[in-house]
């Protein structure tokens, strides 16, 4: 009988850093996170006068990005996004491929969660506020490509795309902000003890 021993939590290092490093884990990691934003999208509510939906979906995607790290967020938002454009209906409302007005937030999400993972690997997560900064920036990266990709798809103005894919979402994103920045340096905070 083997047991692991975790190591203590040290500066670079993410929450997924403290299991035992194998190629299994990472691969397990990369599985998971892309699933958990496949579910984390099922919870849609649609928005009046809007194509998009609020999902769970973007906040499933920071949390991915920030608790695996950059290179592991990336791969498993990409795993993904490519799953979803083959067809997996794991993308709002179970829908799949990349012909939606809301593809663009998917392409978003895929790098906000490299940089939020760069960030939390220089240690955004630990702290409450620069968790926050660190959710609101991968939050404008995603409606800073998901906005001009709604406007093109769905034939907007940019300023009916912002009315229609940025406007009605902000108040749920800062909700979305504020958890995260309760949970993940809690969850440093349980690491240490």
């Not at 194998?22 to 006068?49: C, E, K, N, Y």
């Not at 991915?64 to 083959?86: D, I, K, P």
């Not at 093109?152 to 958890?179: E, H, M, N, R, W």
Request: a positive charge; glycine letters at 12%; aromatic letters at 6%.
């Amino acid at each position: 009988m083997s047991t692991a021993v975790v190591a203590p939590a040290r500066t670079g290092q993410v929450l997924a850093d403290l299991i035992p490093a194998s190629r299994v884990r990472d691969v397990a990691l990369v599985l998971g996170g892309a699933a958990l934003t496949g579910l984390a999208a099922q919870i849609a509510v649609p928005i009046p006068g809007s194509p998009v939906p609020v999902t769970g979906q973007t906040f499933a995607a920071l949390l991915v990005g920030t608790t695996l790290g950059a290179r592991r967020g990336f791969l498993s938002l990409a795993l993904y996004a490519l799953a979803g454009v083959a067809g997996v209906p794991w993308f709002a409302d179970g829908t799949s491929g990349s012909a939606a007005v809301s593809f663009g937030y998917i392409l978003g999400m895929v790098l906000a969660s490299a940089v939020v993972g760069a960030l939390a690997r220089r240690g955004a997560d630990r702290s409450v506020w620069r968790m926050a900064g660190a959710m609101l920036l991968g939050e404008a990266i995603i409606y800073a490509v998901g906005v001009p990709y709604l406007a093109y798809a769905a034939d907007l103005s940019l300023s009916a795309a912002v009315a229609a894919g940025l406007t009605p979402f902000l108040i749920g994103d800062a909700l979305k902000a504020a958890l995260a920045m309760g949970l993940l340096p809690s969850a440093w905070k349980l690491v240490k003890r």
